[in-house]
């Protein structure tokens, strides 16, 4: 990761300083927990998080991939995945 691309992070992180603490919130200037913010700041970077599938740890099982269907949609608080580029 470049100087410039870390430096760019923070920069954007900044901009949700003075957001309140909401649970399970990501918008800058509504509410964000603590994960909500890097789903902020995901969103402000690259755009909509993807995903028909996902990859999770399940308390009942294990790390597994899922379909992401209606149900887990409905349960999921932060989908994430690793860029190729910036």
Do not use: N
Not at 49 to 71: K, M, Y
Request: net charge positive; proline share 6%.
């Amino acid at each position: 990761m470049t100087e410039v691309f870390q430096e760019r992070i923070v920069a954007v992180a900044r901009t949700f300083i003075g957001t309140p603490y909401r649970h399970q919130g990501s918008l800058k200037g509504v509410g964000c927990d603590c994960l909500g913010l890097i789903r902020g700041v995901w969103r402000e970077l690259y755009g909509a998080t993807p995903g028909d599938r996902f990859i999770h740890a399940s308390e009942q099982a294990a790390v597994l991939e899922s379909p992401l269907v209606p149900a887990w949609r409905r349960r999921i608080a932060g989908v994430f995945r690793f860029p190729e580029t910036f």
